[in-house]
Nanobody, 123 residues
Framework: QVQLVESGGGSVQAGGSLRLSCTAS????????MGWFRQAPGKEREYVAT????????DYADSVKGRFTISRDDAKNMLYLQMNSLKPEDTAVYLC????????????????WGQGTQVTVSS
Protein backbone atom coordinates (compact mmCIF):
# COMPACT_ATOMS: atom_id res chain seq x y z
CA GLN A 1 0.00 0.00 0.00
CA VAL A 2 0.99 3.60 -0.40
CA GLN A 3 0.63 6.24 2.31
CA LEU A 4 0.09 9.88 1.35
CA VAL A 5 0.65 13.08 3.34
CA GLU A 6 -0.21 16.53 2.02
CA SER A 7 1.46 19.79 3.00
CA GLY A 8 1.73 23.39 1.84
CA GLY A 9 -1.77 24.65 2.52
CA GLY A 10 -2.46 27.98 4.14
CA SER A 11 -4.30 31.27 3.92
CA VAL A 12 -3.77 33.65 1.02
CA GLN A 13 -5.54 36.60 -0.55
CA ALA A 14 -7.28 36.33 -3.88
CA GLY A 15 -4.78 36.42 -6.72
CA GLY A 16 -2.09 34.77 -4.64
CA SER A 17 -0.31 31.46 -5.08
CA LEU A 18 0.34 28.31 -3.11
CA ARG A 19 2.22 25.11 -3.85
CA LEU A 20 0.89 21.93 -2.37
CA SER A 21 3.02 18.84 -1.92
CA CYS A 22 2.06 15.21 -1.41
CA THR A 23 4.68 12.91 0.07
CA ALA A 24 4.23 9.23 -0.67
CA SER A 25 5.69 6.33 1.26
CA UNK A 26 5.35 2.58 1.39
CA UNK A 27 5.69 2.09 -2.34
CA UNK A 28 7.10 3.98 -5.26
CA UNK A 29 4.45 6.04 -7.03
CA UNK A 30 6.09 5.45 -10.39
CA UNK A 31 3.35 2.97 -11.34
CA UNK A 32 0.47 4.94 -9.85
CA UNK A 33 -1.79 7.50 -11.42
CA MET A 34 -1.99 10.45 -9.04
CA GLY A 35 -4.69 13.01 -8.49
CA TRP A 36 -5.71 16.07 -6.52
CA PHE A 37 -9.24 16.54 -5.25
CA ARG A 38 -10.78 19.13 -2.97
CA GLN A 39 -13.70 19.33 -0.59
CA ALA A 40 -15.34 22.47 0.73
CA PRO A 41 -17.58 22.44 3.83
CA GLY A 42 -21.00 21.03 3.03
CA LYS A 43 -19.99 20.08 -0.51
CA GLU A 44 -19.05 16.86 -2.24
CA ARG A 45 -15.47 15.98 -3.03
CA GLU A 46 -14.50 17.67 -6.29
CA TYR A 47 -12.00 16.65 -8.94
CA VAL A 48 -9.10 19.06 -9.48
CA ALA A 49 -6.37 17.39 -11.56
CA THR A 50 -4.74 14.08 -12.41
CA UNK A 51 -1.44 12.97 -13.85
CA UNK A 52 -0.87 9.46 -15.27
CA UNK A 53 2.11 7.34 -14.35
CA UNK A 54 3.52 6.60 -17.77
CA UNK A 55 2.96 9.71 -19.86
CA UNK A 56 3.10 13.42 -19.11
CA UNK A 57 -0.49 14.18 -19.97
CA UNK A 58 -2.06 15.99 -17.03
CA ASP A 59 -5.77 16.65 -16.95
CA TYR A 60 -7.59 19.47 -15.18
CA ALA A 61 -11.05 20.42 -14.11
CA ASP A 62 -12.35 23.37 -16.12
CA SER A 63 -12.53 25.44 -12.96
CA VAL A 64 -8.75 25.33 -12.45
CA LYS A 65 -7.44 24.97 -16.00
CA GLY A 66 -4.86 27.62 -16.79
CA ARG A 67 -4.34 28.45 -13.10
CA PHE A 68 -3.22 25.17 -11.52
CA THR A 69 -0.38 22.86 -12.56
CA ILE A 70 -0.01 19.26 -11.39
CA SER A 71 3.40 17.61 -11.51
CA ARG A 72 5.19 14.63 -10.09
CA ASP A 73 8.73 13.62 -9.17
CA ASP A 74 8.82 9.85 -9.03
CA ALA A 75 12.46 9.81 -7.91
CA LYS A 76 11.40 11.70 -4.77
CA ASN A 77 8.01 9.99 -4.50
CA MET A 78 6.33 13.38 -4.58
CA LEU A 79 3.26 14.94 -6.15
CA TYR A 80 2.75 18.70 -6.45
CA LEU A 81 0.01 21.18 -7.21
CA GLN A 82 1.05 24.71 -8.11
CA MET A 83 -1.93 27.01 -7.64
CA ASN A 84 -1.84 30.51 -9.10
CA SER A 85 -4.43 33.28 -9.38
CA LEU A 86 -6.32 31.79 -6.46
CA LYS A 87 -9.97 32.70 -5.99
CA PRO A 88 -12.17 32.54 -2.88
CA GLU A 89 -14.07 29.67 -4.47
CA ASP A 90 -10.83 27.62 -4.37
CA THR A 91 -11.15 27.48 -0.58
CA ALA A 92 -11.30 23.81 0.45
CA VAL A 93 -9.39 20.92 1.94
CA TYR A 94 -7.12 19.59 -0.79
CA LEU A 95 -6.41 15.86 -0.89
CA CYS A 96 -4.02 13.81 -2.96
CA UNK A 97 -4.95 10.36 -4.13
CA UNK A 98 -3.34 7.41 -5.86
CA UNK A 99 -4.53 4.46 -7.89
CA UNK A 100 -2.92 1.87 -10.08
CA UNK A 101 -3.55 1.73 -13.79
CA UNK A 102 -5.34 4.64 -15.44
CA UNK A 103 -5.98 8.10 -14.13
CA UNK A 104 -9.58 8.91 -13.34
CA UNK A 105 -11.68 11.96 -12.56
CA UNK A 106 -13.83 9.97 -10.17
CA UNK A 107 -12.81 10.01 -6.52
CA UNK A 108 -14.47 6.61 -6.09
CA UNK A 109 -11.75 5.06 -8.26
CA UNK A 110 -8.94 6.00 -5.87
CA UNK A 111 -8.20 3.63 -2.97
CA UNK A 112 -5.36 5.63 -1.43
CA TRP A 113 -5.86 9.06 0.13
CA GLY A 114 -4.04 11.56 2.28
CA GLN A 115 -5.66 13.43 5.15
CA GLY A 116 -5.76 16.72 3.29
CA THR A 117 -4.39 20.23 3.70
CA GLN A 118 -6.55 23.33 4.14
CA VAL A 119 -6.42 26.13 1.59
CA THR A 120 -8.24 29.35 2.43
CA VAL A 121 -8.49 32.20 -0.06
CA SER A 122 -9.83 35.52 1.14
CA SER A 123 -11.27 38.24 -1.07
Amino acid sequence: QVQLVESGGGSVQAGGSLRLSCTASGRTISTYAMGWFRQAPGKEREYVATIPYHVDTPDYADSVKGRFTISRDDAKNMLYLQMNSLKPEDTAVYLCAARTYLASRSSADYPYWGQGTQVTVSS
